[in-house]
T-cell receptor, first 113, second 113 residues
């Protein structure tokens, strides 16, 4: 049972390039989340999804887009990467009920130069 | 936007000492979760507290949810090097877009032998 898998684990981008981060979960979870983690800032919610075909903005959505075409996958896109988007990105998933545990991936370390 | 503060931001103690970390907010929450994150890993759920005044114990860790459900504390007795990590609180809030899991900035704990 793989749980939550993030691809890729590391990436270096040049300013202005685009890329997509993939999150896949095999637990049949309805909820999926994308966070970024910067030193001293904890985890900040970028976007989240409560089900296939639905997405919602979190605390820091600017510069990112997401899609949830399949229940098991949640994609995070950067259309034109900026150095300010250098961060560690975490994906998480959970069942559709309050107080349930969120399961996290191992993270993607992204550097924009 | 809810104001969520965790304190202290950093804590370095020796093995065997006791410590308490805090999670405070200006908002009332329906429930709150505590997660621990080890270096290079995603956060892992420790506990969920739901009722005002609730106290939960997990071995040497004691979690309390404030009576007014606006704050929470985590007390560790006789800390061990294995307790080292980033402790994150995550109040659960409900919106029209579903449940958004937002995290505080965390308390970084270092326990030295």
């Amino acid at each position: 049972n793989a749980g939550v898998t993030q691809t890729p684990k590391f990436r270096v981008l040049k300013t202005g390039q685009s890329m997509t981060l993939l999150c896949a979960q095999d637990m049949n979870h309805e909820y999926m989340y994308w966070y970024r983690q910067d030193p001293g800032m904890g985890l900040r919610l970028i976007h989240y999804s409560v089900g296939e075909g639905t997405t919602a903005k979190g605390e820091v959505p600017d510069g990112y887009n997401v899609s949830r075409l399949k229940k098991q996958n949640f994609l995070l896109g950067l259309e034109s990467a900026a150095p300010s988007q250098t961060s560690v990105y975490f994906c998480a998933s959970s069942y559709l009920r309050e107080n349930t545990e969120a399961f996290f991936g191992q993270g993607t370390r992204l550097t924009v130069v | 936007t809810q104001l969520l503060e965790q304190s202290p931001q950093f804590l370095s103690i020796q093995e065997g000492e006791n410590l308490t970390v805090y999670c405070n907010s200006s908002s009332v929450f329906s429930s709150l979760q505590w997660y621990r994150q080890e270096p290079g890993e995603g956060p892992v759920l420790l506990v969920t507290v739901v009722t005002g005044g609730e106290v939960k114990k997990l071995k040497r860790l004691t979690f309390q949810f404030g009576d007014a459900r606006k704050d929470s504390s985590l007390h560790i007795t006789a800390a061990q090097p294995g307790d080292t990590g980033l402790y994150l609180c995550a109040p659960i809030s409900n919106s029209n877009s579903g449940y958004a899991l937002n995290f505080g900035k965390g308390t970084s704990l270092l326990v030295t032998p």
